[in-house]
Protein backbone atom coordinates (compact mmCIF):
# COMPACT_ATOMS: atom_id res chain seq x y z
CA UNK A 1 0.00 0.00 0.00
CA UNK A 2 1.12 3.40 -0.72
CA UNK A 3 1.33 5.42 2.23
CA UNK A 4 -1.18 8.10 2.59
CA UNK A 5 0.96 10.93 1.47
CA UNK A 6 4.47 10.06 0.76
CA UNK A 7 7.29 11.82 1.43
CA UNK A 8 9.84 13.59 -1.20
CA UNK A 9 13.10 15.17 -0.98
CA UNK A 10 14.08 17.01 -3.84
CA UNK A 11 17.90 18.11 -4.42
CA UNK A 12 17.66 20.93 -7.54
CA UNK A 13 20.07 23.50 -7.39
CA UNK A 14 18.06 25.44 -10.29
CA UNK A 15 15.34 27.39 -8.07
CA UNK A 16 13.06 28.14 -10.55
CA UNK A 17 12.27 24.35 -11.44
CA UNK A 18 13.25 22.78 -7.83
CA UNK A 19 9.73 25.38 -6.85
CA UNK A 20 7.86 24.70 -10.40
CA UNK A 21 8.45 20.85 -9.19
CA UNK A 22 7.92 21.65 -5.41
CA UNK A 23 4.71 23.31 -6.21
CA UNK A 24 3.53 20.14 -9.18
CA UNK A 25 4.12 17.44 -6.41
CA UNK A 26 1.90 19.41 -3.45
CA UNK A 27 -0.88 19.76 -5.82
CA UNK A 28 -0.61 16.07 -5.87
CA UNK A 29 -0.64 15.61 -2.33
CA UNK A 30 2.94 14.63 -2.23
CA UNK A 31 5.01 16.07 1.20
CA UNK A 32 7.99 17.42 -0.28
CA UNK A 33 10.97 19.36 1.14
CA UNK A 34 13.52 20.91 -1.17
CA UNK A 35 17.23 21.27 -0.52
CA UNK A 36 19.38 23.23 -3.14
CA UNK A 37 23.16 21.87 -3.00
CA UNK A 38 24.24 17.91 -2.85
CA UNK A 39 26.05 18.29 0.52
CA UNK A 40 22.34 19.54 2.40
CA UNK A 41 20.63 17.26 0.46
CA UNK A 42 22.80 13.96 1.70
CA UNK A 43 22.07 14.94 5.27
CA UNK A 44 18.31 15.61 4.80
CA UNK A 45 18.16 12.35 3.14
CA UNK A 46 20.52 10.59 5.76
CA UNK A 47 17.81 12.61 8.71
CA UNK A 48 14.43 12.51 7.34
CA UNK A 49 11.98 9.81 6.51
CA UNK A 50 11.38 9.92 2.73
CA UNK A 51 9.71 7.92 0.47
CA UNK A 52 11.49 8.64 -2.63
CA UNK A 53 14.48 11.14 -3.42
CA UNK A 54 14.01 13.39 -6.85
CA UNK A 55 18.19 13.76 -7.26
CA UNK A 56 19.68 16.41 -9.53
CA UNK A 57 22.95 14.87 -10.66
CA UNK A 58 24.22 18.20 -11.69
CA UNK A 59 24.94 20.03 -7.97
CA UNK A 60 27.20 22.40 -6.46
CA UNK A 61 29.43 20.79 -3.38
CA UNK A 62 28.12 17.07 -4.26
CA UNK A 63 27.53 15.59 -7.21
CA UNK A 64 24.01 13.43 -7.57
CA UNK A 65 26.12 10.17 -8.31
CA UNK A 66 28.41 10.89 -4.81
CA UNK A 67 25.53 11.81 -2.89
CA UNK A 68 23.66 8.82 -3.71
CA UNK A 69 26.88 6.22 -3.66
CA UNK A 70 27.21 7.30 -0.45
CA UNK A 71 23.34 7.00 0.32
CA UNK A 72 24.04 3.24 -0.71
CA UNK A 73 27.37 2.94 1.68
CA UNK A 74 25.41 3.37 4.60
CA UNK A 75 22.82 1.01 3.62
CA UNK A 76 19.71 3.35 2.44
CA UNK A 77 17.90 2.02 -0.45
CA UNK A 78 15.74 4.80 -0.96
CA UNK A 79 14.31 4.89 -4.27
CA UNK A 80 15.80 7.35 -6.19
CA UNK A 81 15.10 8.76 -9.20
CA UNK A 82 18.01 10.98 -11.13
CA UNK A 83 17.29 14.10 -12.90
CA UNK A 84 19.62 14.67 -15.04
CA UNK A 85 20.80 17.04 -18.21
CA UNK A 86 23.00 14.70 -19.85
CA UNK A 87 21.21 11.75 -21.26
CA UNK A 88 24.02 10.14 -22.95
CA UNK A 89 24.36 6.69 -22.34
CA UNK A 90 27.35 7.40 -20.60
CA UNK A 91 25.61 9.88 -17.93
CA UNK A 92 23.03 7.37 -17.72
CA UNK A 93 24.86 4.38 -16.83
CA UNK A 94 27.10 6.17 -14.68
CA UNK A 95 23.67 7.70 -12.17
CA UNK A 96 23.01 4.42 -12.60
CA UNK A 97 25.97 2.81 -11.29
CA UNK A 98 25.83 5.06 -8.51
CA UNK A 99 22.93 3.77 -7.49
CA UNK A 100 19.79 5.11 -8.84
CA UNK A 101 16.71 3.39 -9.28
CA UNK A 102 15.38 5.65 -12.36
CA UNK A 103 16.06 9.37 -14.69
CA UNK A 104 14.66 11.39 -16.11
CA UNK A 105 16.47 13.35 -18.54
CA UNK A 106 15.55 17.23 -18.89
CA UNK A 107 13.34 18.81 -20.13
CA UNK A 108 10.82 16.77 -19.03
CA UNK A 109 6.95 16.18 -19.22
CA UNK A 110 5.44 16.76 -15.57
CA UNK A 111 3.08 13.51 -16.31
CA UNK A 112 5.97 11.58 -16.71
CA UNK A 113 7.48 12.47 -13.81
CA UNK A 114 4.71 11.89 -11.66
CA UNK A 115 4.40 8.26 -13.93
CA UNK A 116 7.47 7.36 -12.65
CA UNK A 117 7.38 8.49 -9.22
CA UNK A 118 4.32 6.70 -8.47
CA UNK A 119 5.83 3.38 -10.21
CA UNK A 120 9.28 3.68 -7.92
CA UNK A 121 6.67 4.23 -4.75
CA UNK A 122 4.30 1.35 -5.39
CA UNK A 123 7.29 -0.86 -5.99
CA UNK A 124 8.84 0.33 -2.72
CA UNK A 125 5.44 -0.32 -1.06
CA UNK A 126 5.93 -3.90 -2.13
CA UNK A 127 8.46 -4.31 0.05
CA UNK A 128 6.93 -4.18 3.43
CA UNK A 129 7.34 -6.40 6.21
CA UNK A 130 9.55 -7.13 9.43
CA UNK A 131 13.65 -8.29 8.34
CA UNK A 132 14.23 -11.03 6.67
CA UNK A 133 17.22 -13.16 7.53
CA UNK A 134 18.93 -15.43 5.71
CA UNK A 135 22.65 -16.78 6.83
CA UNK A 136 24.56 -13.87 7.11
CA UNK A 137 22.10 -11.81 5.57
CA UNK A 138 19.74 -9.78 6.96
CA UNK A 139 16.86 -7.48 4.96
CA UNK A 140 14.78 -4.72 6.29
CA UNK A 141 12.42 -4.26 3.70
CA UNK A 142 9.98 -1.63 5.29
CA UNK A 143 13.45 0.74 5.97
CA UNK A 144 14.83 -0.69 2.71
CA UNK A 145 18.20 -1.50 4.28
CA UNK A 146 19.98 -4.66 4.11
CA UNK A 147 23.14 -5.84 5.99
CA UNK A 148 25.69 -8.89 4.98
CA UNK A 149 27.75 -9.61 8.35
CA UNK A 150 25.89 -7.20 10.17
CA UNK A 151 27.48 -4.24 7.63
CA UNK A 152 25.17 -2.09 5.68
CA UNK A 153 24.91 -3.42 2.11
CA UNK A 154 24.62 -0.87 -0.30
CA UNK A 155 22.32 -2.05 -2.30
CA UNK A 156 20.13 -0.36 -4.32
CA UNK A 157 15.76 -0.58 -4.53
CA UNK A 158 15.66 -3.00 -7.07
CA UNK A 159 18.47 -5.21 -5.51
CA UNK A 160 16.78 -5.48 -2.51
CA UNK A 161 13.84 -5.97 -4.16
CA UNK A 162 15.05 -8.93 -5.79
CA UNK A 163 17.25 -10.26 -3.13
CA UNK A 164 13.90 -9.71 -0.84
CA UNK A 165 11.86 -12.28 -3.50
CA UNK A 166 14.44 -14.69 -3.68
CA UNK A 167 14.87 -15.03 0.65
CA UNK A 168 10.74 -15.08 0.58
CA UNK A 169 11.53 -18.40 -1.51
CA UNK A 170 14.47 -19.30 -0.30
CA UNK A 171 15.15 -23.14 -0.77
CA UNK A 172 13.58 -22.44 -4.27
CA UNK A 173 14.55 -21.83 -7.39
CA UNK A 174 12.87 -18.78 -9.26
CA UNK A 175 13.13 -17.89 -12.77
CA UNK A 176 14.83 -14.73 -14.11
CA UNK A 177 11.04 -14.20 -15.46
CA UNK A 178 9.69 -14.35 -11.86
CA UNK A 179 12.07 -12.53 -10.37
CA UNK A 180 11.65 -9.90 -13.07
CA UNK A 181 7.72 -10.04 -11.90
CA UNK A 182 8.50 -9.75 -8.39
CA UNK A 183 9.93 -6.22 -8.77
CA UNK A 184 8.99 -5.07 -12.16
CA UNK A 185 6.73 -2.40 -11.25
CA UNK A 186 8.21 0.22 -12.78
CA UNK A 187 7.73 2.18 -16.33
CA UNK A 188 9.60 -0.20 -18.42
CA UNK A 189 9.54 -4.01 -16.84
CA UNK A 190 12.78 -5.09 -16.17
CA UNK A 191 14.03 -7.40 -18.68
CA UNK A 192 15.45 -11.12 -17.62
CA UNK A 193 19.03 -10.02 -18.52
CA UNK A 194 19.02 -6.69 -16.05
CA UNK A 195 17.93 -9.42 -13.18
CA UNK A 196 21.24 -11.44 -13.91
CA UNK A 197 23.55 -7.87 -14.01
CA UNK A 198 21.63 -6.62 -10.36
CA UNK A 199 22.03 -10.11 -9.34
CA UNK A 200 26.15 -9.53 -10.27
CA UNK A 201 25.81 -6.34 -8.43
CA UNK A 202 24.81 -7.69 -5.27
CA UNK A 203 27.16 -10.37 -5.23
CA UNK A 204 29.49 -8.12 -5.39
CA UNK A 205 28.56 -5.72 -2.84
CA UNK A 206 27.61 -8.66 -0.11
CA UNK A 207 29.56 -12.13 -0.97
CA UNK A 208 29.60 -14.12 -4.46
CA UNK A 209 28.11 -17.68 -3.18
CA UNK A 210 24.68 -15.54 -1.50
CA UNK A 211 22.88 -15.98 -4.41
CA UNK A 212 23.18 -19.58 -6.02
CA UNK A 213 22.90 -19.57 -10.22
CA UNK A 214 20.89 -22.83 -11.22
CA UNK A 215 22.29 -23.46 -14.69
CA UNK A 216 19.35 -23.18 -17.51
CA UNK A 217 16.73 -22.59 -14.33
CA UNK A 218 17.60 -19.44 -12.34
CA UNK A 219 18.49 -18.69 -8.94
CA UNK A 220 18.41 -19.56 -5.52
CA UNK A 221 19.14 -18.67 -1.66
CA UNK A 222 19.65 -21.64 0.03
CA UNK A 223 17.28 -22.62 3.20
CA UNK A 224 18.68 -22.89 6.82
CA UNK A 225 20.61 -26.14 7.19
CA1 LIG B 1 21.85 21.19 -11.51
Known amino acids: MIPAMPRILLIEDEPDLARAVARGLAEEGYVVDVEHDGQ ?4 AALEGDYDLLLLDRLLPRFSGDDLCRR ?11 MLTALDGTRDVVAGLDAGADDYLAKPFAFEELLARIRALLRRAAGQAGP ?3 AG ?4 DPRHRRAWWRGRPAPLTATELGILEDLVRHRGQVRSRGQIAAAVRDLPEALSSNAVEVHISHIRRKTAPHVVETVRGLGYRVEAPE
Open 136 to 139: ALEL
Open 131 to 133: RLV
Open 71 to 81: LRLDGLAVPVL
Open 40 to 43: EGLF
